[in-house]
């Protein structure tokens, strides 16, 4: 593939984000110090003192409940579900409190999401806390051209986050739509999105990677191709 979004053919009747390093400049080079120690701090408020970042990293870096549940276990944390809930609800309120500071801000082209909502249902899909992504959706200016957001929730939604597919699917099925196209920053994304048959769209802003088996696109305002190409779901 590798196409440019011009090329795109076949249908297209909605448009899918993913959320961090997409809408929003966010950990893009992987899991920030401040979440690490707020991390920490909540595995100290269960009693346990010596969760390094490598293990935060392997309890929240891939998907799996069961791993998850295990990872806590072999670490002393007796309360899985507890100590999933307390980290996602702590560190949704951290990043909402960094959005308001402006150190994490938005990117100025997510203004296209207002366009392409005339002609397409418009979706956040995301592996992120789903309560984080609305708190923070809330805040963009284009957050009423949003018609639902996908996210983990209770622990076992950890079984589903990318690259499978059932996130994107069960998008589909809340929006009523057939044949999105996934706008995602990763390799994880393009698979979650080829697997659960969306036209793969791969931002890359500076262009130096470009992916192979997705549309490569270095602007959101690319998108707008799609509105002279289809009708989309508005119609």
Request: charge should be negative; proline fraction near 5%.
């Amino acid at each position: 593939m590798g196409e440019k979004i011009r090329d795109l053919t076949g249908e297209i009747d909605c448009v899918f984000f993913d959320f961090d390093g997409v809408l929003i400049d966010f950990c893009d080079t992987g899991i920030p110090n401040w979440l690490i120690q707020m991390v920490q701090k909540e595995a100290r408020a269960m009693g346990v003192d010596d969760i390094s970042p490598g293990n935060v990293v392997s309890l929240f870096g891939r998907p799996g409940a069961d791993h998850f549940r295990q990872t806590c276990t072999e670490l002393g944390i007796d309360r899985p579900s507890d100590f999933w809930d307390a980290v996602h609800h702590r560190g949704t309120k951290e990043k909402v409190h960094r959005f308001e500071a402006g150190e994490i801000t938005a990117y100025d082209d997510i203004s296209v999401i207002q366009a392409l909502s005339a002609s397409f249902k418009i979706a956040i899909v995301s592996n992120q806390p789903q309560a984080s992504v609305e708190q923070l959706l809330h805040k963009l200016p284009v957050h009423d051209h949003v018609d639902g957001v996908v996210g983990l929730e209770g622990l076992e939604t950890n079984d589903h986050r990318k690259p499978n597919p059932d996130f994107i699917l069960d998008a589909k099925r809340r929006l009523g739509v057939e044949s999105p196209a996934y706008v995602g920053d990763s390799a994880v994304d393009v698979e979650a999105a080829r697997t659960a048959d969306a036209v793969p769209v791969y931002i890359n802003r500076d262009g130096s990677f470009p992916n192979h088996q997705a549309y490569n696109i270095q602007t959101l305002g690319s998108l707008r191709a799609l509105q002279s190409n289809f009708h989309g779901s508005r119609h």
